[in-house]
């Protein structure tokens, strides 16, 4: 035992320093896949979905050929923490899924597209559990990152620069007016008559979060005396109704996106609506927010594929 120990540190000290240590890197026919375990690469011949566990002398793997070589200060593993990739809880909004990619949080689950944060940014753990995933390469720190490389499979990352699709600019306090026309009917019998006319207001207001307040208003108590010979008069009364779709208060599509740092459409936060959407676009050195309604023929907005479809999301923030 002695003996592997001196070539396996033999084979350390000989073989090429490893500055960044990273999960999934395929290094002399095998990757690290955690701090302890690890898989065999580029060898056809071997099994290569099976996961090996390190001995417990010597419990570290390593990006040489080794493998696996006993805890010591200078050793670098060949995986670094992943205790932190793909973790939700049902107040997070994002989730780590790599060193620089994210996903959306539902029912404490990363729903399934990884989003790819912006060149020369990386994934913050702790940021993404309060809605801003991406932070600068220069700020990030190992304990606050999921140390993983996606392969090309697994990278099924839906960010885009594309344009967003053909939509309306949707005004966060666009009021709609509408007149339907009502009737009141007056019959005089007598010359000397009291006409009585029922005025109804109706307000309605409908916020992004589904909510709808109507208020009715009657009044019955206005007369009116004429003096004329039997006859039957129609006069017209009005209904109006006001609709009135606001943003939640504390929500600002600006700070949203650059809390994000990554170009695509987002929910808006504990939309229950989801007819509308945010586009997040880097431009003139900065983060801005665009709020966008979904087209008629795809009215609802599903936050599992970023995009606007036919099925309206049952989840708050457009999660199906």
């Not at 390469?137 to 967003?164: F, K, M, W, Y």
Request: glycine share 6%.
């Amino acid at each position: 035992m002695e003996l592997l120990k001196l070539v396996a540190a033999l084979g350390v000290l000989l073989a090429p320093v490893a500055v960044k240590a990273t999960c999934n890197q395929c290094s002399d026919g095998h990757t690290c896949v955690s701090r302890t375990q690890f898989q065999f690469c580029d060898n056809p011949s071997v099994d290569q979905t099976i996961v090996y566990e390190c001995p417990e002398d010597t419990p570290v793997c390593v990006d040489y050929g080794a493998i696996c070589f006993p805890e010591s200060d200078g050793i670098v593993a060949g995986c670094g923490d992943t205790s932190n990739c793909g973790v939700c809880s049902n107040d997070e909004t994002f989730a780590c899924t790599s060193r620089t990619t994210f996903a959306l949080c539902s029912g404490g689950a990363v729903t399934a597209n990884n989003i790819n944060c912006t060149e020369d940014y990386v994934c913050s753990v702790s940021g993404a559990a309060t809605g801003s995933p991406c932070i600068s390469r220069c700020s990030a720190t190992d304990g606050d990152i999921c140390d993983v490389v996606l392969t090309n499979n697994e990278d099924n990352a839906t960010t885009t620069t594309a344009d967003p699709i053909s939509t309306t600019t949707l005004d966060p306090l666009s009021t709609t007016t509408t007149d339907p026309s009502s009737t009141t009917t007056t019959d005089t019998t007598d010359p000397s008559s009291t006409t009585t006319t029922d005025t109804t207001d109706s307000s309605s207001t409908t916020t992004t979060d589904g909510s709808t307040i109507t208020t009715t208003t009657s009044d019955a108590n206005s007369t009116l005396s004429t003096d004329t010979s039997s006859d039957s008069t129609t006069e017209p009364a009005t209904t109006t109704t006001v609709t009135t779709t606001i943003t939640p208060p504390d929500f600002n599509e600006q700070t949203y996106c650059q809390g994000i740092s990554a170009v695509g459409r987002y929910p808006i936060p504990n939309d229950t609506v989801c007819t509308s959407y945010v586009y997040c676009v880097y431009r003139g050195g900065s983060w801005s927010g665009l709020v966008y309604q979904c087209p008629a023929t795809k009215p609802y907005f599903n936050a599992n594929d970023f995009n606007c479809g036919t099925v309206q999301p049952t989840s708050a923030g457009c999660l199906l």
